[in-house]
Nanobody
Framework: QVQVVESGGGLVQPGGSLRLSCAASGSIFSLYELDWYRQAPGKQRELVAGITTNAKTNYADSVKGRFTISRDNVQKKVYLQMNSLKPEDTAVYYC?????????????WGQGTQVTVSS
């Protein structure tokens, strides 16, 4: 019912910047909370940043001050602006949209986009 697609990943040098985008279709976008996760090889998937329906944001300590999450409810997109990138930021980044309505959880994931930080 809901399709989530990430884009914007790639190869960047340490200290550089990337902007990830996530587009959702087939949903009432404004009702969903949105998160960015990442998973590096051999490690657990971790929450990087989240934004609520009323635009409250939260960040992992490792990215706070460097990353910014934002949403556009008209365009049905969520963004992750990543600055001052470090090699340890290398991972597959996933977009997640979720909501709970009348006791039922709706949870949708994108396919992921690779971010590689290397010189």
């Amino acid at each position: 019912q809901v399709q989530v697609v990430e884009s914007g990943g790639g190869l960047v040098q340490p200290g550089g910047s990337l902007r990830l985008s996530c587009a959702a279709s087939g949903s009432i976008f404004s009702l969903y909370e949105l998160d960015w996760y990442r998973q590096a090889p051999g490690k657990q998937r971790e929450l990087v940043a989240g934004i609520t329906t009323n635009a409250k944001t939260n960040y992992a300590d490792s990215v706070k001050g460097r990353f910014t999450i934002s949403r556009d409810n008209v365009q049905k997109k969520v963004y992750l602006q990543m600055n001052s990138l470090k090699p340890e930021d290398t991972a597959v980044y996933y977009c997640n949209a979720h909501t709970t309505e009348w006791g039922k959880t709706y949870d949708y994931w994108g396919q992921g986009t690779q971010v590689t930080v290397s010189s």
